[in-house]
């Protein structure tokens, strides 16, 4: 039996990704239709816009994955694709901001459409029987992108608070300044990091330092859009 190569197993793992985000995509926007339904049309487009966002920014990374995925050492390679995964994620962010972001009721829901994918994204590579189209292999590249996975149930409730706390507060912050994105780009690379070299084997330590992260942009977002007084 043949051993798959770092190059072969990289291009299979990115190409489920691809397919995973198409699926995702299209629950999505079901789930768009049942907001514009229950919440309004300029509601439901902002939280539409975000999770657009969030898949924007996983496209516009998956050349990174793939080529880091070839390298051999694990840790460099982890390395680079937090980096580059928390960089990509808040300059795009900033283009739904400037793009779409209108007064901070537009940025709320923003945010939460953005946590909202990646969210529903992450689950989906947790599902045991999800073979199709994501796979669990392609969980294992999500590590370096904050999705770092546990079979625990409460580890991936602390991970959805966290999310959702994060991208609200950095879409409040951008829609605030468009300069915070220097900010909310160097947190989201710290915990990116985090997850990828630290989770192994300190996952509650990390999941802290995530969790008060996340506190942390959620209140300076509040406090820049005037929410706290």
Known sequence: MNEEGPAQSSTRITGRIRAGAAVVMALLALLAVALAVVLGADHAGAVLLGALGWFVALAARLPVLGSAGRLHALRRRETIIALVSGATDEVVRLAVVLVAVSGVESALWAGFGWALAQLVFTAATELPKFSWPVGRQASEQLKAQGGFVSTHPLHSA??????????????????????????????????????ARWAGKRLVAVEVFAVVVGAVVLVAGLTSADVLG
């Open 158 to 195: 602390v991970r959805g608070v966290t999310a959702i706390s994060f991208h609200l507060g950095a879409t409040l912050l951008l829609s605030a300044g468009l300069w915070w994105v220097a900010v909310t780009a160097s947190a989201h690379v710290l915990v990116n990091i985090g997850f």
